[in-house]
Every structure is written in structure tokens, then in C-alpha cells.
């Protein structure tokens, strides 16, 4: 007995002092502190807009769009400072220029009484309407957002994602046909020499035009309103290690449009869309800034 109690002592004095080491978890944590990694690009689904309920118009089901459907909803700590980005003073007097423009052709009523048009907008909320609500809706910037995807072959934008979400507002304001599969309308508008002129509007070859040439024949029409197109810049950057956007401004009397897209204008890309109504107090600057940011945000995630 004494033999084996010696055995036994010897034994325990070999063992190690302190706790004992935690057995690593199991699972999606990638370092010490347990955090799991954001989805990779190469595993989200190739399908690019999932719609629950509704049909989606053909705007949404022409291309499949540059982002994939399975959205990485952008963490708090992720998301950058909506800081004004810097601009110069043609940038600064928007609302001067534009009123400027107003004079030249006006715009008859919104079309949609006319034609029998049978825009339902039962379209549903996509994934990723709740992101461009986030990004460009919520913070105040804009008043009504949308993400497409531009054809340089087509010369269009395919939209495929808007906000405000509820009641389909975003659709309601930045997309126009007279019908949910995208038939162009006829809208009326004031020539001149003082006469009038009726033009077939398709508005996904008008936002198409707007990228890719910086100017589209009878004025740039998105939600059935005429904008008038006051810049384009095809090699926009921020500074040194950020994307190359292409870059658009259009104004109306009250309301105007920052458009961006993800790459020069002669490749496929991603396009954000921003509008600012100065009635709400929104201005130029401010969804300039959300703009930005949501495309840098987009493009440093490789869409």
C-alpha cells in the first residue's frame, strides 16, 4: 500500500499546474475572439433578385444584375462617416444652373393617365431594397434611391432594387412604364420654336444614355419627369487607392438625381442611384455625399 501511494505521488507531481485548456469551438469562428467571418462573394447564390410576392417588371428581370442576391447586411462598424465629399463650385451652384436650364423645354403632365397604363408596382420587397433603403433613404440624403445594373452593348440600367420600401415608394419615384413589363410611354414636351413634340420615353435606355454619353436626346426621363443632365465624369475618384466611378448629375425644378457607376462607362457595372427633393430639405451636396459612399462601399466589396 505504501509502494502504491509513492507510485501515485510521483504521478501527480508530473502533471501540469493551472487550469486546462479551453477545447477550441467548433463552427464559423475564424480567431480567438470567436467572430464569424462575413459570407464570401464566391459562395452567395448566382441568382440576382429574389422577389417575394408580385411579379417584378421586366426592369428587374432583363439582366442579371451585378450583385448577387444573398446580401451582406453592412455592420454598424463597416459602414463608413457619411461625410460631405469634396466638390468644386460648378458643384456647389446646381440649383442656380438648373433653373437656368428650366426655360428652355418643359415637360407636359406625367403621362400616367393617358394609354390605359396599367403600372401596378406590386414588385414586392427584393434583397436588396432594405440595403438601399439603409444606405441612401434612412440617413436623410435622399429621398428616394434604387440600384441597377448598366448594359454598355444595350447602352441601358436594368432596376432591380429600390427604397423607400414601403408602398413601393422608391419604384413609384424613380421608375416609369405603362406597364410592369416596361412598355415605353408617350409623353408630350414643349419645343423651342414654341410648338410641341410627342416622344416615346424608355427609361432604361435614357439612364443608359446618361452613363455612357453624359447626354440622352429628348432630356433624361426616370419616374416619368424630365431631368436636365448638368454634369458627367467619366474617371471620378476621391483619392488615391479608391474606385474609378462615373458620375452624373441631372436636375428639375425642385428635385435632382446623383447617379454613379461602379467602373468607366464602357463596361458592365453596378449603378446607384440618389434623389434629393429640396421641399424636404434635402440638398445636392447631401445625397452626393450618400451616393458616394454607398458606391465605394459596394465597389471595396467587389461588386
Same mark, same amino acid.
Given at each position: 500500500?505504501?509502494?502504491?501511494?509513492?507510485?501515485?505521488?510521483?504521478?501527480?507531481?508530473?502533471?501540469?499546474?493551472?487550469?486546462?485548456?479551453r477545447k477550441?469551438?467548433?463552427?464559423?469562428?475564424?480567431?480567438e475572439t470567436?467572430?464569424?467571418?462575413?459570407?464570401?462573394?464566391? *459562395?452567395?447564390? $448566382?441568382? &440576382?433578385?429574389?422577389?417575394? %410576392? !408580385?411579379a417584378?417588371?421586366? #426592369?428587374?428581370? +432583363?439582366? /442579371?444584375?451585378?450583385?448577387?442576391?444573398?446580401?451582406?447586411?453592412?455592420q454598424?462598424?463597416?459602414?463608413?462617416?457619411?461625410?460631405?465629399?469634396?466638390?468644386?463650385?460648378?458643384?456647389? *451652384?446646381?440649383? $442656380?444652373? &438648373?433653373?437656368?436650364?428650366? %426655360? !428652355?423645354?418643359?415637360?407636359? #403632365?406625367?403621362? +400616367?393617365? /393617358?394609354?390605359?397604363?396599367?403600372?401596378?408596382?406590386?414588385?414586392?420587397?427584393?434583397?436588396?431594397?432594405?440595403?438601399?433603403?439603409?444606405w441612401?433613404?434612412?440617413?436623410?440624403?435622399? *429621398?428616394?434611391?434604387?440600384l441597377?445594373?448598366?448594359?454598355?452593348?444595350?447602352?441601358s440600367v436594368?432596376?432591380?432594387a +429600390?427604397?423607400p420600401?414601403?408602398?413601393?415608394?422608391?419604384?413609384?419615384?424613380?421608375?416609369?412604364?405603362?406597364?410592369?413589363?416596361?412598355t415605353?410611354y408617350?409623353?408630350?414636351?414643349?419645343?423651342d420654336?414654341?410648338?410641341?413634340?410627342?416622344?416615346?420615353?424608355?427609361?432604361?435606355?435614357?439612364?443608359?444614355?446618361?452613363? +455612357?454619353?453624359?447626354?440622352?436626346?429628348?432630356?433624361?426621363?426616370?419616374?416619368?419627369?424630365?431631368?436636365?443632365?448638368?454634369?458627367?465624369?467619366?474617371?471620378?475618384?476621391t483619392?488615391?487607392?479608391k474606385?474609378?466611378?462615373?458620375?452624373?448629375?441631372?436636375?428639375?425644378?425642385?428635385?435632382?438625381?446623383?447617379?454613379?457607376?461602379?467602373g468607366?462607362?464602357?463596361?458592365?457595372?453596378?449603378?446607384?442611384?440618389?434623389?434629393?427633393?429640396e421641399?424636404?430639405?434635402?440638398?445636392?451636396?447631401?445625397?452626393?455625399?450618400?451616393?458616394?459612399?454607398?458606391?465605394?462601399?459596394?465597389?471595396?466589396?467587389?461588386?
Amino acid at each position: 500500500l505504501k509502494l502504491f501511494r509513492n507510485r501515485w505521488l510521483k504521478v501527480c507531481r508530473a502533471l501540469p499546474v493551472g487550469p486546462r485548456p479551453r477545447k477550441p469551438i467548433m463552427g464559423n469562428c475564424c480567431s480567438e475572439t470567436g467572430v464569424t467571418p462575413t459570407e464570401s462573394i464566391d *459562395s452567395m447564390p $448566382d441568382e &440576382a433578385v429574389r422577389e417575394q %410576392g !408580385g411579379a417584378a417588371p421586366a #426592369a428587374k428581370q +432583363a439582366q /442579371a444584375p451585378i450583385l448577387p442576391a444573398a446580401e451582406a447586411k453592412p455592420q454598424a462598424s463597416s459602414k463608413p462617416l457619411a461625410a460631405a465629399a469634396p466638390v468644386d463650385q460648378e458643384q456647389k *451652384s446646381v440649383t $442656380d444652373a &438648373a433653373a437656368a436650364l428650366a %426655360g !428652355g423645354t418643359q415637360v407636359s #403632365a406625367m403621362p +400616367a393617365a /393617358a394609354g390605359g397604363a396599367s403600372l401596378s408596382y406590386n414588385f414586392g420587397v427584393g434583397e436588396w431594397d432594405p440595403s438601399v433603403e439603409e444606405w441612401l433613404v434612412t440617413p436623410g440624403g435622399c *429621398s428616394a434611391g434604387a440600384l441597377g445594373s448598366f448594359d454598355p452593348d444595350s447602352r441601358s440600367v436594368s432596376l432591380f432594387a +429600390a427604397a423607400p420600401t414601403t408602398d413601393a415608394g422608391g419604384w413609384k419615384s424613380l421608375w416609369y412604364a405603362l406597364d410592369d413589363n416596361g412598355t415605353p410611354y408617350q409623353a408630350t414636351v414643349n419645343t423651342d420654336d414654341g410648338g410641341q413634340m410627342a416622344i416615346s420615353v424608355d427609361e432604361q435606355s435614357c439612364l443608359g444614355s446618361a452613363v +455612357a454619353l453624359g447626354t440622352v436626346e429628348n432630356g433624361l426621363w426616370v419616374g416619368g419627369l424630365k431631368f436636365s443632365i448638368l454634369q458627367h465624369d467619366k474617371s471620378y475618384s476621391t483619392g488615391e487607392g479608391k474606385p474609378s466611378l462615373t458620375l452624373v448629375l441631372a436636375k428639375r425644378p425642385g428635385e435632382g438625381l446623383h447617379i454613379a457607376k461602379i467602373g468607366d462607362p464602357a463596361s458592365a457595372g453596378t449603378v446607384i442611384i440618389g434623389k434629393f427633393t429640396e421641399s424636404l430639405g434635402q440638398t445636392s451636396m447631401g445625397c452626393r455625399a450618400a451616393v458616394l459612399d454607398y458606391a465605394e462601399h459596394l465597389a471595396a466589396a467587389g461588386f
